[in-house]
């Protein structure tokens, strides 16, 4: 049983720092996979965010975060992360982990339909 499970969310003022973590198990199909950061707002549809080849290190971003946000793993404890920085409270949703075959990170988009398996989402409050 595949589980993605996130914590760090929490509220900060605009301009404030938060760390997001997605502990991965139970994925025994690949050594290597496609990991990404989606949000979604209420009334607006699920964004991606950041995506990131546990293989390779390959990693895009969405032009609203670049400069702000940083995408990375452990491969070694199966994690995977989020920090972000100069939070806006249009950066305001939960914030959902997903994974997916290795070659959906191989392009520069963020497609949720192509993703497998889903956490339950840790919400991120800016407040301005």
């Known amino acids: 049983q595949v589980q993605l499970v996130e914590s760090g969310g929490g509220s900060v003022q605009a301009g404030g720092s938060l760390r997001l973590s997605c502990a991965v198990s139970g994925y025994t199909y690949s050594t290597y996979y496609c990991m990404a950061w989606f949000r979604q707002a209420p009334g607006k549809e699920r964004e991606g965010v950041a995506s990131i080849y546990t293989g390779s290190g390959r990693i895009y971003y969405a032009d609203s975060v670049k400069g702000r946000f940083t995408i990375s793993r452990d491969n070694a404890k199966n994690t995977l992360y989020l920090q972000m920085h100069s939070l806006k409270p249009e950066d305001t949703a939960m914030y959902y982990c997903?994974?997916?075959?290795?070659?959906?990170?191989?392009?520069?988009?963020?497609?949720?339909?192509?993703?497998?398996?889903w956490g339950q989402g840790t919400q991120v409050t800016v407040s301005s």
């Open positions: 997903a994974l997916g075959e290795p070659t959906i990170c191989s392009g520069d988009y963020l497609l949720p339909d192509e993703y497998i398996r």
